[in-house]
């Protein structure tokens, strides 16, 4: 498997939870169970974020520092963790209700945008060798991780 097509499947994970949480978040009313939501979801985006850093941003730093990419990923990066970060401090239901719609409006523009870009580029740039030695090293480190 390409590790183009693997980091895809995972993302199609992330938009039914995206779903799920825009669903299910308007109506909760209790404070720790809409934290729960944000640590679970923080724990599994960070297991994803680490793999696709290794394995394919990367491989393609000097492409996204020519189209001028980077920023935007780190921005949208700090936006994630901020209101993440948001949610585990909040106070009220309405406060942290509020935080984790906006992580899950942050991240739905950054897997987009790997979507629309990185993984075109990583198709573009990468040979097709790479790219399947690239999801085998995926299979590694997702039976460790
Ligand atoms: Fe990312
Ligand atoms: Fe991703």
């Avoid at 097509?5 to 299910?24: C, G, K, M, P, R």
């Avoid at 850093?53 to 901020?82: G, M, R, V």
Wanted: charged share 30%; aromatic share 6%; glycine share 2%.
């Amino acid at each position: 498997m390409k590790i183009t097509e693997a980091l895809q499947s995972e993302h199609f994970v992330f938009h039914n939870i995206f779903d799920y949480l825009e669903q299910t978040v308007p109506n909760l009313q209790n404070l720790v169970e809409i934290k729960c939501l944000a640590n679970l979801l923080e724990s599994i985006h960070e297991s994803h974020s680490r793999v696709e850093d290794s394995l394919i941003i990367e491989p393609l730093t000097h492409c996204l520092d020519n189209i001028a990419q980077a920023e935007n990923f780190e921005a949208e990066h700090k936006e994630i963790d901020e209101s993440l970060a948001g949610v585990a401090e909040a106070t009220t239901v309405e406060e942290a209700r509020h935080l984790l719609l906006r992580t899950v409006h942050w991240c739905r523009k950054h897997f987009d945008r790997e979507e629309r870009i990185i993984f075109p580029l990583a198709e573009e740039w990468l040979k097709d060798k790479n790219l399947t030695d690239l999801g085998e090293a995926w299979q590694r480190q997702r039976k460790t991780s």
